[in-house]
């Protein structure tokens, strides 16, 4: 029987790919740079099924296309960088794969908090570059973390998983959200409306899909509210930041600094940003663990399987 043919966007870890081998055709050999736009439809016209990642725009210039395709398996929980109404119009099924980074994207957005508050990366650089006097009373004082209030923008998994972990700071949390959420024994969430949040946390994490609804969400009004000793974590999605606006607050001193995972123009972060000793940048880790990443990868292959069987997707996303 010939093998169902497979066009993946981008390397996968190795496991991933040794789950692949023998059981799908694949119409090239991935690399960890981005496909052109040509590959990126060549891939699409050829392919039975697709794995792609959050970069790739699949638009509907793309899904023009796609004539074979019968599955596009988004190797991420968003689903923001397929135009879903044009590949549900054409009978292809989108997934996506829920649940398995929430952990490690918690994870990530509490190293980002901690390495804000208590100045990690500034001190590494200290010590490395030789720099370091030796102890003083006065030296990098930062900012405690235990009892501060934190505040979530958007209770789903992830932003659940977050105030989870603050139980072990003993901080109390507030929560802005489409629905109420059940607190777990022995602490308390109170939801509250978003600016209310902005006016009364000491650290902020957002946690919301990006939608046009949340472009650019915290803008400099949402921004002017905080305290200028709060700090802002974004570990989800860039636009969801004015970055623009950020940078001036930060310059300003409006807050006291930014944590960020993500940025509106990836993998292009603005120069103030880069230039402020208050932010910690990563390189979009939200998810870089190496089980997190394989068990991503297998999730899409165990969608793929059940659809060209003709039996329904597990991880079907269906709105936008």
Request: charged share 20%; glycine share 8%; with cysteine.
């Amino acid at each position: 029987m010939e093998r169902p043919t497979l066009y993946i966007t981008r390397l996968l870890p190795q496991p991933v790919l040794d789950a692949i081998s023998g059981q799908y055709r694949l119409l090239a050999e991935p690399t960890d740079l981005p496909p052109t736009e040509e590959a990126l439809r060549r891939g699409f016209a050829e392919a039975q099924a697709v794995i792609c990642t959050l970069t790739d725009r699949i638009d509907a210039t793309v899904l023009s296309h796609a004539t074979k395709l019968k599955i596009i398996a988004n190797y991420a929980v968003g689903y923001n960088n397929i135009d879903l109404p044009t590949a549900t119009q054409r009978g292809i099924i989108v997934t996506n794969t829920p649940d398995v980074l929430t952990d490690a994207t918690a994870d990530l957005t509490w190293a980002l908090l901690l390495a804000l508050a208590r100045r990690v990366v500034e001190g590494d650089t200290w010590v490395r570059t030789g720099r370091w006097p030796g102890w003083t009373p006065t030296q990098m004082l930062g900012a405690d973390v235990s009892r501060k209030t934190l505040g979530i923008i958007g209770m789903g998994r992830i932003g659940q998983a977050v105030a989870q972990r603050a139980a072990g700071f003993r901080m109390p949390v507030i929560y802005e959200g489409r629905h109420s959420v059940s607190s777990p024994p022995g602490v308390s969430w109170t939801r509250r409306p978003l600016d209310e949040v902005l006016v009364e946390s000491d650290f902020v994490s957002l946690h919301v899909p990006l939608t046009e609804a949340t472009r650019h969400l915290i803008d400099r009004r949402k921004l002017a509210l905080m305290k200028p000793t709060a700090f802002l974590i974004n570990t989800l999605r860039g636009p969801v930041i004015d970055e623009a606006a950020l940078v001036s607050a930060l310059e300003a001193k409006t807050i006291a600094g930014a944590g960020l995972d993500v940025y509106e123009q990836e993998p292009v972060v603005s120069v103030g940003l880069i230039s402020l000793p208050n932010v910690v940048l990563l390189p979009h880790l939200g998810s870089a663990t190496l089980e997190t990443r394989v068990r991503m990868g297998l999730i899409c292959l165990d969608n793929i399987a059940v659809v060209l069987g003709g039996r329904p997707a597990p991880n079907r996303v269906t709105k936008t």
